[in-house]
């Protein structure tokens, strides 16, 4: 068990350019959840992925976002046309399709610091 | 889903017991409620979750109230390791699978 791994851990951009995000879930977690954090306040829910599909997105997630999991290993979320209200940690986590959906531990990433100027 | 309300705030004095509170009247009877901390610059991390019954592991106990409105999270001999931010969460019971984290309490233990 490796943990959550998120890439870059930091990353600085100008409003207007797209960036791009990558979760590696703990393996043998089908399940995978984007959360966005801004200083001060709890994670808010984002996208959620049990394998390859994606089965919910929250309000939170403008069109300018898009999240993938190809494979239904790793996945990616992708910021189009940064905004300076972009700025925040972008969190990644696992959980097990063993677990019911009440019973389930979330194992996060570090997360992703995005900065946009 | 069910709200939680905690405290934003509380000390504790390193070696003694931290007993960190969360009200949660409208929980549902097949809500879990869950505990996670959040270390500066790290992601949130699972320390404990329950049901109806008391519940124990190698970090902390949690206690429900027989309602069930209401959970104290207990660290039974808290570390300057143990300064963080605790949320309490009800999971929501959906296939949406996601959780809704309030703003947590920030528990600053003191030497």
């Known amino acids: 068990d490796t943990g959550v791994s998120q890439d870059p851990r930091h990353k600085i951009t100008k409003r207007g350019q797209n960036v791009t995000f990558r979760c590696d879930p703990i393996?043998?977690?089908?399940?995978l959840y984007w959360y966005r954090q801004t200083l001060g306040q709890g994670p808010e829910f984002l996208t959620y992925f049990q394998n390859e599909a994606q089965l919910e997105k929250s309000r939170l997630l403008s069109d300018r976002f898009s999240a993938e999991r190809p494979k239904g290993s790793f996945s990616t979320l992708e910021i189009q046309r940064t905004e300076q209200g972009d700025s925040a940690m972008y969190l990644c986590?696992?959980?097990?399709?063993?677990?019911?959906?009440?019973?389930?531990?979330?194992?996060f990433g570090s997360g992703t610091q995005l900065s946009v100027l | 889903d069910a709200k939680t309300t905690q405290p934003p705030s509380m000390d504790c004095a390193e070696g003694r017991a931290a007993n960190l509170p969360c009200n949660h009247s409208t929980i549902s009877g097949n809500e879990y409620v869950y505990w996670y901390r959040q270390i500066h610059s790290q992601g949130p991390q699972y320390i404990i979750h329950g049901l109806k019954n008391n519940e124990t592991n190698e970090m902390a106990s949690l206690i429900i109230t027989e309602d069930r409105k209401s959970s104290t999270l207990i660290l039974p001999h808290a570390t300057l390791r143990d300064t963080a931010v605790y949320y309490c969460?009800?999971?929501?019971?959906?296939?949406?699978?996601?959780?809704?984290f309030g703003d947590g309490t920030t528990l600053t233990v003191k030497p």
């Open positions: 986590a696992s959980s097990s399709s063993r677990a019911v959906l009440t019973n389930e531990k979330l194992f």
């Open positions: 969460i009800v999971r929501e019971n959906t296939n949406a699978g996601k959780s809704t």
């Open positions: 393996s043998e977690h089908n399940r």
